[in-house]
């Protein structure tokens, strides 16, 4: 094994190292952009479509007009951040009365959330859904938000957004599939058994703080690979992932391959 050899090899990693790097850049910015749709101020025409899609698939448990039944609790006043947190979740339209509301796949398209959080939001006011800019981590303090993070959250869902049991039965979900929008509203509207944290108890600074913790987190390689946790609904995004992946692979191979050729040839 000669030093050039190695140096070579050295030299090959790296090239793979940089192109996984970029495949990362590409990728983030691909979901990135996935999040930045913009919520416009609702339209007339969107609330009444919002109201036909609430009838429908919501009154059965909240009723007609969102005032509540003894199964399911009244939405008026609770805001457009309560609803959009809920259904981009898939949390709502719950199957039934009484099931585990877990994260899910939304049952409802983007522009029917946007409708029906915008009809609910015409009954009354309440905590308002975030603007992009206002869940935006840039120039954020991540340190801060790690040891507020370990104050009022860890308790619940560990120390690094893991999740973990709670008392009766219950459990505080695993953080690693959150947007940054979501983890805004949940703060704001305390979903089932986690507290309201609102803008006084933890200032709007200080949620983005926390934020870029949560979602720093998982930009730092685990010993275990990847973190598929962050990928969540955009298809297309991981697919193009990982067929680049695959491509990295596979090139990777070849360079290899190619410089066991030309040690042969060398010595
Ligand atoms: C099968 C019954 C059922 C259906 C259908 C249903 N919900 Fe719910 N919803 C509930 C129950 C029960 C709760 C309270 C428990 C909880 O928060 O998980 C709830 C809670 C909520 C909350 C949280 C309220 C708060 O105080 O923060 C919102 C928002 C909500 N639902 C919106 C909707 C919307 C919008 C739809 C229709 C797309 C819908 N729900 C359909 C049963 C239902
Ligand atoms: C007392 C326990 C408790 C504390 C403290 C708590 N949470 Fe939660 N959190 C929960 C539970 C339980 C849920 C699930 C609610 C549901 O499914 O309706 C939840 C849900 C969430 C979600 C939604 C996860 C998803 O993607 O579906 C986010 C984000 C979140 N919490 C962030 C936070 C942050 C940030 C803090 C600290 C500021 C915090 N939580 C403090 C119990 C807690």
């Known amino acids: 094994m000669s030093f050039t050899w190695r140096r ?3 030299a090959s ?3 793979v190292l940089l192109g996984l790097v970029l495949v990362g850049a590409v990728y983030a910015t691909i979901t990135g952009s996935a999040e930045a749709a913009t919520p416009s101020a609702p339209s007339s025409a969107q609330i009444a479509k919002g109201r036909q899609i609430f009838q429908q698939t919501c009154s059965s448990c909240h009723g007609l007009q969102a005032q509540g039944t003894a ?3 009244s939405l008026i006043g609770v805001g457009s951040a309560a609803v959009d947190f809920q259904v981009s979740t898939g949390r709502m339209p719950a199957k039934e009365p009484g099931a585990e509301n877990d994260r899910k ?4 398209t983007k522009e029917e959330q946007r409708a029906v959080t915008a009809y609910v939001a015409s009954l ?6 975030p603007t992009p800019a206002e869940v935006s981590t ?3 303090n991540t340190g801060l938000g790690q040891q507020l993070f370990t104050a009022d959250c860890a308790q619940c869902h560990n120390f ?3 999740g973990g049991a709670l008392t009766q039965g219950k459990s505080a979900p695993a953080l690693t599939e959150s947007t940054p929008t979501q983890m805004y509203e949940a703060m704001l509207t305390g979903p089932e058994a986690m507290p309201v944290f609102n803008n006084t108890t933890i200032t709007p600074q200080e949620k983005r703080d926390i934020i870029s913790f949560v979602t720093g987190t998982r930009a730092e390689p685990n010993p275990g690979g990847f973190s598929l946790g962050r990928v969540g609904p955009v298809t297309e995004g991981l697919v193009a992932f990982l067929g680049l992946l695959l491509f990295m692979v596979l090139a990777s191979m070849w360079i290899t391959a190619k410089h066991r050729k030309t040690e042969t040839t060398d010595e």
């Open 8 to 10: 070579r090899r050295a």
């Open 105 to 108: 796949p939304p049952a409802l």
């Open 138 to 140: 840039a120039g954020a």
């Open 71 to 73: 199964v399911a609790p």
């Open 160 to 162: 690094d957004g893991a």
């Open 13 to 15: 990693y790296f090239v």
């Open 124 to 129: 009354a006011g309440g905590p308002a859904m």
